[in-house]
């Protein structure tokens, strides 16, 4: 078993040069994976659960309009209820957020976001709404409060006042959840068209029922014949699609996918390591009187690789984690300066622990491997 020599390395020029090549290699990592995954998150926040009914010639979740009463004039099967909406981005004050304009007795029977009012009550008038806690808190507003919307799509606002305060853990929590009816106002519809429609299968024993019921979503086949129905009926683009599906087909018509998005995400991360790969390199360059001296009094190359390896782990360790997190809450503080955190639906989202893990495991990796490849005699 080799001898661990114990020697100082790190002189302050080298100390240095690590300090400032972990974190910006730690920041490219957070920025770039957990930007993503916010971003995937943000779609998959605005789409909400399950299968939807949307409008196949819209560019944005915002610019689609489907045909309420078209649909509610269709036979979809005697089990199956539709669940209307319709999403604004709004200002309250300067602040910007996203109002929601949805059927409180469906969101209520079918649970859709899994919402419970903390304070106040569900909205009984037009006038009335709900606002996530999160939102709440940050514009110092309570139950009771009057508030003024405005529409960012249309030149139109709402003088409104707040029923009630719900929470979902979610990032629907910095959201306003309106009356179909003046969702509808504020997006400039009128009473027959929404957004998106949302897709339940219900059980004959629960029609009768106020709350509760839903056994599952239409899939599959069911999905098909119901998107068959509708384009068939009524002659005009909208299909069925879960969130998944529908955040990929929103990708696309920007030029995304799934594929493009690893391409960059792979690069930028190949990069960013070879550039540690180098700067390791570097260290140990800087130190090779210190190996050549070490090996010069008996010690084996492999302990001095030990040594190194050890002496220098720690500071790996803890400055990834660091500047990993300071980087995260960077990325969202200039999101939400930059005033488009309503777009992103980004804005307390935790870390990633898997990314964060990931990170320190390719770092230290990388780290060891050029250390090991690199110690050697001149």
Request: hydrophobic residues 45%; aromatic residues 12%; glycine residues 8%.
């Amino acid at each position: 078993m080799h001898k661990v020599i114990k020697y100082h390395y790190l002189k302050r020029k080298t100390l240095l040069n690590l300090i400032i090549t972990l974190v910006l290699i730690s920041a490219a990592f957070s920025i770039t994976i957990e930007g993503v995954l916010i971003f995937i998150n943000a779609g998959l926040g605005y789409l909400g659960p399950g299968n939807v009914i949307y409008d196949t010639k819209s560019s944005t979740i915002f610019s689609g309009s489907v045909n309420l009463a078209g649909l509610n004039n269709l036979s979809l099967g005697g089990n199956i209820d539709l669940a209307p909406e319709v999403i604004i981005p709004i200002y309250i004050g300067d602040k910007y957020a996203l109002c929601r304009g949805v059927d409180f007795s469906k969101l209520r029977k079918y649970d859709i976001y899994s919402i419970s009012v903390v304070n106040g009550d569900f909205p009984k008038y037009d006038d009335e709404v709900l606002i996530g806690c999160k939102l709440a808190n940050s514009l110092n507003i309570d139950v009771g409060d009057v508030i003024v919307i405005r529409s960012i799509i249309r030149n139109c606002y709402v003088v409104t006042k707040i029923s009630g305060v719900y929470q979902s853990n979610s990032p629907l929590d910095y959201e306003v959840l309106s009356t179909l009816k003046l969702g509808q106002f504020l997006r400039g519809f009128d009473e027959n068209h929404v957004t998106l429609v949302r897709i339940y299968r219900v059980e004959k024993e629960a029609l009768e029922e106020s709350t509760g019921g839903v056994i599952s979503r239409p899939s599959g086949e069911e999905v098909k014949q119901i998107e068959h129905v509708i384009n068939e009926t009524l002659g005009y683009g909208a299909a069925v699609a879960d969130n998944k599906e529908l955040f990929s087909i929103y990708m696309r018509k920007f030029g995304f996918n799934g594929f493009s998005i690893l391409v960059f995400v792979f690069i930028t991360l190949a990069f960013t390591l070879l550039g540690l790969y180098y700067a390791t390199i570097t260290l140990i360059e800087e130190n090779f009187d210190i190996i050549n001296q070490l090996y010069m009094l008996g010690a084996k190359i492999r302990s001095i690789k030990v040594d190194l390896i050890l002496k220098v782990i720690p500071y790996i360790v803890v400055l990834t984690i660091l500047s990993y997190l300071i980087s995260h809450k960077l990325l969202l503080y200039l999101w939400s300066n930059l005033q488009i955190q309503y777009i992103l639906h980004a804005y307390d989202v935790g870390i990633n622990l898997y990314s964060l893990l990931a990170t320190l495991i390719l770092i230290l990796l990388i780290f060891i491997t050029a250390i090991w490849r690199g110690v050697k005699l001149e």
